[in-house]
């Protein structure tokens, strides 16, 4: 009885390897662009084609390979020029990136675009550390009253100190 027990208890625990081994490659599924993008060959990396995430005005996103001719790219759905520049140029997976909205001649620069949200004060870089700070308990949450609860004691003493003072010299 012994040895039926030791066995059924290693094949459930194979079973368990097995089934956490799936769960583990379940898990790390990555994000691809499809095949054809993903596959951006040496021979058209040489030939100057680079994967272009085109933002259309009507909301819809094309994703395609368009070759670099003269800092400019065609793209053929719109029938618009672009210009690229090296400072333009993202890394997806070791592929050279550009993400291009149809309503601009320049693609999106993520040095410049970060410039600007600066500025201009929306930056999300402050919102970060500050839930840092709120969740190691760095930061205090302000009490409702405008002021502290010493300062509402103190007053409130100088209050019962000035009724009982003026009740023994009018009141007896």
Same mark, same amino acid.
């Given at each position: 009885?012994?040895g039926e @027990?030791?066995?059924?208890?290693?094949s +459930?625990?194979?079973q368990l390897? *097995?089934?956490?081994a799936?769960?583990? @490659?379940?898990?790390? @599924?990555?994000?691809?662009?499809? +095949? @054809?993008?993903?596959?951006?060959?040496?021979?058209?990396?040489?030939?100057?084609?680079i994967?272009?995430?085109?933002?259309?005005?009507?909301?819809?996103i094309? *994703?395609?390979?368009? &070759?670099?001719?003269?800092?400019?790219?065609?793209?053929?759905e719109?029938?618009?020029?672009?210009?690229?520049?090296?400072?333009?140029?993202?890394?997806?997976?070791?592929?050279?990136?550009?993400?291009?909205?149809?309503w601009?001649?320049?693609p999106?620069?993520?040095?410049?675009?970060?410039?600007?949200?600066?500025?201009?004060?929306?930056?999300?870089?402050?919102?970060?550390? *500050?839930?840092?700070l709120?969740?190691a308990g760095?930061?205090?949450?302000?009490?409702a009253?405008?002021f502290s609860?010493?300062?509402?004691?103190?007053?409130?003493?100088?209050?019962?100190?000035?009724?009982?003072?003026?009740? &023994?010299?009018?009141?007896?």
């Open positions: 009885m012994d @027990k030791r066995t059924s208890l290693v +459930r625990m194979e390897e *097995i089934y956490l799936e769960l583990d @490659k379940k898990k790390k @599924k990555k994000f691809k662009l499809g +095949r @054809k993008l993903e596959k951006l060959s040496k021979v058209k990396l040489k030939q100057n084609y994967i272009v995430l085109y933002l259309r005005t009507n909301g819809t094309l *994703i395609n390979q368009y &070759k670099i001719e003269d800092e400019k790219i065609f793209i053929k719109s029938g618009l020029y672009h210009s690229v520049t090296t400072d333009s140029i993202l890394n997806y997976n070791g592929k050279p990136f550009v993400i291009q909205p149809e601009s001649l320049t999106i620069i993520p040095r410049e675009h970060a410039l600007k949200t600066q500025e201009k004060g929306e930056s999300a870089l402050p919102q970060k550390v *500050i839930l840092e709120s969740e760095k930061i205090k949450k302000k009490s009253l405008p609860g010493k300062i509402a004691l103190l007053i409130l003493v100088a209050v019962v100190f000035i009724a009982y003072t003026l009740s &023994k010299l009018f009141g007896g």
